[in-house]
């Protein structure tokens, strides 16, 4: 009976994602025609790349200044995109031809193709709230996630890709939070190959993999039933170091071997996605240039403006640097 409870339970927490997802997408379709900014001309101009040239030149390209600077996994979506688009409106992913290309199937296309990839985030939503005490609960969340206010601005007017990659987060949230450490880690291994700057919670993920995966703390049940069984044990005479110490250390070098053979896992299943990613460049020789793509210290982390946080000081710091470095080359 509890069983069927909750999957009803569960069940009507899905149907309910599922509408606040569509009323979301009702809202979506009427800002396609909305202001967007450079970003929008930016994606355009990556289906463009990714169609138009090899792999070996995806990140050396400088057609357009908006170059090629994601990891690889999001090139390989956006050259899955651009095999669509290209069928759409041939212009959208020409290379030259197609700079600031902006007709209306080539902007109904690129709105469209962020409101589906959306749909990541509703079921990462429904995941994350499946755990909730109650289905209003579930709710409150799961609407405050597809309505969320900031990922209206900028994913469908601004034009970005966050909700999917949000979405990817949260799912390897909810992955942690089930207990399935292993696609947690293969999910976010994979959200930063879409995008990087998302390692920056790396930390925290493999903090918490390593104690509740790789090492976890033994159950109190089993201590208890240890502590219980030691006093149903008849007092007679136990060598100390023979009937105790032993299996002590049995039992803790097993748990060693046990918690190696886990963290050898969870290595083999993220340098797999790493591997699955990277390998194509490996073996065109591109590592150096995506490198630079990703990491453009020489350019400047920042392409040309102040964020409110820490970038701003890093930009200052940067600007400075330069300044010093030409009036030193001047002098």
Not at 99 to 123: G, K, N, P
Not at 302 to 321: G, I, R, S, V
Request: hydrophobic share 50%; proline share 6%; aromatic share 12%.
């Amino acid at each position: 009976m509890a069983r069927k409870t909750r999957a009803s339970t569960t069940w009507s927490g899905c149907t309910d994602v599922a509408w606040m997802f569509g009323v979301a997408t009702c809202v979506k379709l009427l800002l396609v025609p909305a202001y967007r900014s450079t970003d929008f001309e930016v994606h355009r101009n990556w289906l463009a790349v990714t169609h138009s040239l090899p792999l070996s030149q995806w990140y050396v390209d400088a057609t357009s200044p908006w170059t090629l600077d994601y990891p690889p996994l999001f090139a390989f979506f956006e050259r899955c995109l651009a095999l669509l688009a290209s069928r759409v409106d041939p212009l959208m992913t020409d290379l030259v031809q197609g700079l600031e290309h902006a007709s209306y199937a080539t902007v109904l296309f690129q709105r469209l193709s962020v409101m589906c990839t959306d749909f990541l985030l509703a079921i990462a939503a429904w995941r994350c709230t499946r755990s909730l005490p109650s289905r209003a609960h579930g709710n409150v969340v799961a609407g405050a996630v597809l309505f969320s206010a900031g990922l209206l601005l900028v994913d469908h007017v601004h034009f970005q890709y966050n909700g999917m990659l949000l979405g990817l987060l949260l799912l390897a949230m909810a992955f942690l939070g089930e207990g399935r450490h292993v696609w947690a880690s293969v999910t976010f291994a994979s959200l930063c190959c879409m995008k990087h700057l998302f390692a920056v919670a790396g930390p925290f993920f493999l903090l918490f993999l390593l104690r509740h995966h790789c090492f976890p703390p033994p159950p109190a049940t089993a201590a208890r039933h240890s502590s219980a069984r030691r006093k149903s044990i008849p007092s007679r005479r136990i060598s100390p170091g023979a009937a105790a110490t032993q299996p002590l250390a049995s039992r803790s070098t097993f748990s060693l071997l046990a918690s190696l053979a886990r963290i050898a896992t969870l290595g083999a299943a993220v340098l797999s996605v790493l591997l699955l990613s990277f390998a194509p460049f490996i073996v065109t020789n591109q590592i150096p240039n995506l490198l630079s793509r990703l990491f453009p210290f020489g350019r400047g982390l920042m392409h040309a403006y102040w964020a409110p946080n820490f970038w701003a000081l890093y930009t200052l710091t940067d600007k400075l640097l330069a300044a010093g470095g030409a009036g030193g080359k001047g002098g």
